[in-house]
């Protein structure tokens, strides 16, 4: 077997519209095709993708203790200043960190239920005007 990249990530959501307003107008993801299912939920793409990057399932309770061991999902951005301007226009507080060694800025913020979503950026995107 050969690991040929990441397929999708999946969350759970308390409020289908509520994390779809924070995936589709904070990170500029598109809703696409999903098939059909018995619970709710939709399925997320990024640009230029022909598969979802990100599963969103509802009519599920949400557990008590999160089970696993995953941090949070990452990804490759664009438009720092842009997605800073977004963020705070919607009230969602994040984290941003500059990874010269790395070329990258890494910006953290949480989904309407709590999932940790890292966005990279170019070390080259200028510094954002606080």
């Not at 203790?65 to 438009?79: K, L």
């Amino acid at each position: 077997m050969t690991i040929e990249g990441m397929n999708h990530f999946t969350v759970l959501s308390s409020d289908l519209e509520k994390t779809k307003v924070f995936y589709l107008n904070i990170l500029e993801l598109t809703e696409g095709y999903r098939p059909p299912m018995e619970s709710s939920g939709a399925w997320l793409y990024a640009k230029d993708l022909n598969h979802s990057v990100l599963h969103i399932m509802a009519e599920r309770p949400m557990p008590e203790n999160a089970p696993g061991v995953i941090d949070h999902m990452a990804f490759t951005a664009t438009n720092l200043q842009s997605v800073i301007d977004t963020l705070k226009q919607q009230g969602v507080t994040y984290r941003l960190n500059r990874m010269k060694e790395l070329g990258i800025w890494q910006l953290f913020c949480f989904d309407p239920d709590g999932a940790k979503v890292e966005l990279d950026f170019s070390a080259d995107e200028p510094e954002p005007a606080e």
